[in-house]
């Protein structure tokens, strides 16, 4: 059996200097973002009025969808609203 010394001392140091670099890759690629809950609360929010402002932008003034629409704004905002700030934020 040849035991060649050249050929093990290579695969060490590239053993050496790589096992590190994977090691920390993996870890960097594997750690997920913190959770940004103002953000996802927003973009909750968000989601839930859009259909009823989009219903309140098209409706002509004092008309059914109108009124409609906007107890859809406030059961999802909790309370009567400025219907046209909250879907100017949602929009």
């Known amino acids: 059996m040849d035991l060649n010394i050249n050929n093990l001392v ?4 590239l053993l050496v200097v790589t096992l590190p670099v994977t090691v920390a890759a993996t870890v ?3 750690e997920r973002p913190p959770v940004n809950v103002a953000r996802e609360t927003q973009e909750s929010l968000k989601a839930e009025l859009t259909e009823a402002c ?5 409706s002509k003034v004092d008309s059914k969808l109108e ?8 059961d999802v905002l909790g309370g009567e609203v400025n219907h046209r700030e909250a879907c100017k934020w949602a929009l």
């Open 10 to 13: 290579r695969s060490a140091v």
């Open 28 to 30: 960097a690629l594997s």
């Open 54 to 58: 989009i219903k309140f932008a098209v």
């Open 67 to 74: 009124r409609e629409a906007k107890n859809d704004i406030d």
